[in-house]
């Protein structure tokens, strides 16, 4: 079942880097997301399984979809920009993986023993809300502030315009 999920993850994440149809691309995104959910569910991760249906496919990639749609000519839009620097960049990621695959060769993977699947939420929860309840607070003060920023600013500019 693993391999079947990262095949499918990385498939679909190949189709998104190479495709020159940005639709073909959003909707291999989504099923790239998918894949990953998928995987966290297999490292029974529940909590970020969930997080990543959640926040990526339910959020971020409808958010990439509605913007291709909103936009004018999806369809026609031409190459605007070649890239003449292909070379070293595959030079690059090429010798990136080669170095991943050597170190993955290098590592002893010693299987551990079997577990029983333990949910992590109440884990995550009760740490959220004890020892970092302080952080936590601040992180949610400080993104209640950056959204309050954004909406001015953007109302600014939505004045200045119709002025």
Request: proline share 4%; with cysteine.
């Amino acid at each position: 079942m693993f391999y079947t999920v990262a095949a499918l993850t990385l498939i679909s994440s190949t189709i998104v880097v190479l495709s020159r149809n940005i639709i073909r691309a959003a909707f291999s995104l989504l099923f790239s997301f998918f894949g990953v959910g998928l995987l966290y569910a297999l490292l029974s991760a529940d909590f970020l399984a969930v997080v990543q249906l959640m926040l990526y496919v339910g959020g971020i990639l409808v958010l990439i979809l509605f913007a291709i749609m909103l936009t004018n000519r999806v369809e026609s839009v031409g190459e605007a920009h070649q890239s003449y620097r292909r070379g070293p960049a595959f030079l690059l990621c090429g010798s990136l993986f080669a170095g991943l695959v050597f170190l993955a060769l290098q590592v002893p993977w010693k299987p551990g023993p079997a577990t029983a699947f333990v949910p992590t939420t109440r884990t995550i929860g009760e740490a959220l809300l004890g020892p970092y309840l302080l952080p936590f607070e601040a992180v949610s003060v400080l993104l209640l502030v950056g959204l309050i920023g954004a909406v001015v600013v953007a109302r600014k500019e939505s004045r200045t315009e119709s002025e």
